[in-house]
């Protein structure tokens, strides 16, 4: 029915533009021929194409419903036809090629309409190619690309979108699409992009260039030459420099499994293949020397991330989630930068243990620097690298608070010298706790009371104080089974040596008088006179031997704090949690639209005597020094970018980024 509608419409229209097409080639002819020769006039109308007469039009229009719907159909909707020349064109190309229907067939045709038009016309209009832009091929649907690659120590490269993609109709359809609303600089006159329409009059944009610092712009906090925080001038002696990044990827298939909470999202940019490029070009661009992860789905780890992170110079260390679980943690190092002396994983779950019945993890590593040879015989410490994913559950601080106190043992073992001091220490991770909060000041500062304590309260993420019935913490926190004191240390026992050679009694012996198995005569022996193998009667009430069994170990006994937690790791975060320059608190993450902190980097510092202020822990850097950091983002800003993830960063968090020194010493 509609093609026979569409036919009857088409045949006056040809019709039509027979007869103006007729007036309108006199009446450029007229007009050529007073301007220039008759030869020229003829060689430029030889190009034009012969004018169909009525027959072949109603031939053609019989053909298209079978061969040709396509090619009309898009031609209708590219609005009328300029001229008779651009008409013939068209259905010329409809003869020659009735089959084809793929897009590369639709460039062509749109390709050859351009040229009839300007051989017919002489059109004086600049081309795209005339300002140095290649013309963009028609984007039917968004296609994403990876965000290119910086270069700068800024985000000094731009994102560009495709043409048909800022279409008017698609600024409200498309959400992701909210994420490129923010105007760039104005560009002067000169530069200016050019605009145009297409047939429907509908406005084309040309491809869009939004540089990536306009919507995530994050500065690099440099304090290698300024003083710290607490006014105290850092070291000038030689230093080994190096950058460690915290990153939460956002495993694939939890993102698939919580899918309510990226509603927000476009689906292309949650798609892994996009997401995986864009973690790589952060990756390439940040170029850190350590890289502890978290959220990485094993089979993408294995099949992707660590061959590609193997070819950027890393090595990695990869532990998975007990049980079921897909994902897990990963800490890479550069071989060129250190050398591993030990890697440790650590495991939360305790099988009996209701408080330790989670399958997070966590990955400890020792690592030794490697100093350049023109150094000469110096040494550098030992750096504990510890990285981890803590319970998120915010209602289960209780679970929490004793999967940070594992953590802090394996690090206290690892981390400990010979003399009984620890080597410089960083810990890293997603610890699902916000600032200020019980278990992040049992971090910095080294010490919780934590007995009557709301579970709900220790990690600070949400109030549940209107709830009635409260899971409040106990002491002791954990059972001494778990071999782990209060000041987050394992136990160890001095067991007295055993002697090789046992010492047997006559009673103990006498024991085995009577013993069917001491009675039994062995195959072959020959019987000596006066020698016999009759079994002796067993005296009445006589117990049969019963071998003794060595006895159990003790049970960890030693002395417990009475709700009281502690460590002596001192350490402090390389964040102050706070954009002093925005009036506003920065944010590592965004769920469901409210921007937090969860992510930290906290490094071994020494403390300082406070001879000023009262109530206040101040600290200084010891033989691990901050000498800059990767600024975060406030809540606002990401709001703008279309929260997280976004086009630009492929992940839920923002990475963290710091660079350290550590003191070289002489032998």
């Known amino acids: 029915m509609i093609a026979s509608c569409l036919c009857y419409l088409l045949l006056p229209v040809a019709r039509l533009f027979r007869v103006l097409s007729d007036a309108f080639f006199a009446c450029r002819k007229n007009a050529l021929q007073a301007k220039s020769s008759s030869s020229q006039v003829e060689e430029s109308f030889a190009m034009a194409p012969q004018v169909l007469d009525q027959e072949e039009c109603e031939g053609l229009l019989q053909q298209w419903p079978e061969e040709g719907s396509s090619h009309v159909c898009s031609t209708l909707s590219q609005g009328p036809l300029v001229d008779k020349a651009l008409a013939q064109s068209s259905l010329a190309l409809l003869m020659d090629n009735p089959g084809e229907q793929d897009a590369t067939s639709e460039d062509k045709w749109s390709s050859r309409q351009l040229s009839d038009l300007q051989a017919a016309e002489n059109l004086e209009e600049p081309s795209p190619g005339v300002l140095g832009e290649e013309p963009l091929p028609e984007v039917e649907d968004p296609v994403w690309a990876a965000v290119p690659m910086q270069t700068g120590p800024q985000y000094t490269d731009c994102a560009v979108l495709p043409m048909g993609f800022l279409a008017a109709e698609q600024w409200e359809e498309d959400p992701a699409v909210v994420a490129w609303r923010i105007a760039p600089e104005p560009v002067p006159e000169a530069e200016a992009p050019t605009w145009s329409f297409d047939s429907l009059g509908q406005l084309q944009l040309p491809p869009v260039e939004i540089p990536y610092h306009e919507i995530l712009w994050r500065e690099w906090e440099d304090f290698s030459t300024q003083l710290d925080a607490q006014g105290l001038e850092a070291g000038d002696g030689p230093q080994f420099q190096f950058t460690l990044m915290s990153y939460n990827i956002l495993a694939q298939d939890l993102m698939q499994q919580s899918s309510e909470l990226y509603l927000h999202c476009h689906p292309d940019i949650l798609n892994w293949n996009y997401r995986f490029a864009n973690l790589i070009q952060e990756f390439q661009h940040w170029d850190p020397d350590i890289l502890c992860l978290q959220e990485v789905q094993e089979n993408h780890y294995w099949e992707q991330l660590e061959p590609s992170l193997r070819m950027m110079g890393f090595t990695c260390f990869y532990k998975r989630r007990t049980g079921c679980k897909t994902d897990g943690c990963a800490v890479c190092y550069k071989p060129t930068r250190f050398r591993l002396l030990c890697a440790s994983p650590v495991e939360y779950f305790r099988p009996g243990l209701e408080l330790l019945n989670r399958d997070n993890v966590g990955l400890v590593l020792l690592l030794q620097p490697l100093v350049p040879e023109g150094l000469g015989r110096v040494s550098v410490a030992p750096l504990c690298v510890a990285n981890t994913h803590i319970l998120y559950n915010p209602r289960r601080g209780d679970v929490k608070l004793a999967q940070m106190a594992i953590l802090l043992a394996e690090v206290d073992k690892v981390a400990r010298l010979s003399d009984g001091s620890h080597c410089p220490i960083i810990l890293c991770g997603d610890l699902n706790s916000v600032p200020n909060s019980p278990l992040y000041n049992f971090i910095r500062d080294g010490e919780l009371q934590y007995h009557g304590m709301p579970a709900w309260k220790v990690s600070g993420q949400e109030d549940f104080s209107h709830q009635l019935y409260q899971r409040k913490l106990q002491a002791p926190l954990w ?161 703008a970018a279309n929260g997280l993830p976004n086009p630009f960063c492929s992940s839920d968090h923002l990475c963290l980024l710091a660079s350290f020194g550590m003191e070289v010493t002489a032998p």
Not at 631 to 638: P, R
Request: glycine content about 8%.
């Open 479 to 639: 059972p001494s089974a778990l071999g782990i004191t209060d000041c987050c240390q394992y136990v160890t026992f001095c067991h007295p040596k055993r002697s090789k050679r046992r010492k047997y009694s006559r009673d103990f012996l006498l024991r085995f008088r009577f013993c069917s198995i001491a009675c039994q005569r062995p195959a072959g022996l020959v019987f000596a006179e006066g020698v016999t193998d009759t079994k002796p009667e067993q005296p009445a009430g006589w117990a049969e031997p019963v071998l003794e069994e060595d006895p159990p170990e003790p049970e960890p006994a030693f002395p417990r704090a009475v709700g009281t937690v502690q460590h002596c790791l001192r350490l402090t975060s390389v964040y102050t949690h706070f954009l002093p320059q925005h009036g506003c608190p920065e944010v590592t993450t965004m769920p469901l639209g409210v921007g937090t902190t969860v992510d930290y980097i906290f490094f071994s510092a020494e403390p300082c005597e406070n001879g000023h202020r009262t109530g206040r822990r101040l600290c200084r850097d010891g033989t691990l020094k901050l000498l800059g950091r990767l600024s975060l983002l406030s809540e606002q800003i990401l709001w």
